[in-house]
């Protein structure tokens, strides 16, 4: 799992039937152990929205984005992930990303039926 800070921290843990991903988290991947050796890695998980350089364009309107737009052209991203901590990533193909509005929600109706 990745967390949201300057750097990205990873941390591991093992799978239950009551799966929660920890605060701050955006980024997640399942896989096996055997060992030190992973296996049956599955494709990574982004809690975020996919934008097109375009939707940055449009984002663009206090140059917040300019490095993000010239990093875009300059490697040749067509598609990245804003997270929903405002980090930018790569978006590669296989990568399985949750919009940010179906994750907000889902994080509300649990704090209703918890009667929080």
Do not use: W
Not at 11 to 27: A, I, N, Q
Not at 45 to 71: A, F, H, P, R, W
Not at 85 to 99: A, D, R, S, T
């Amino acid at each position: 799992m990745l967390f949201s800070s300057l750097f990205s921290e990873t941390s591991e843990k093992e799978l239950t039937d009551e799966f929660e991903l920890p605060k701050g988290c955006f980024m997640y991947e399942f896989y096996d152990k055997d060992g030190d050796f992973i296996l049956n890695k599955s494709n990574r998980y982004y809690i975020g929205d996919v934008l097109t350089y375009e939707d940055i364009e449009k984002l663009n309107v206090d140059g917040t984005y300019n490095i993000t737009l010239s990093n875009m052209k300059s490697n040749n991203y067509h598609k990245v992930i804003k997270s929903i901590y405002g980090n930018i990533y790569p978006y590669e193909e296989g990568y399985i990303v949750i919009p940010s509005a179906v994750y907000f929600r889902e994080q509300k109706l649990k704090r209703i039926l918890n009667g929080e």
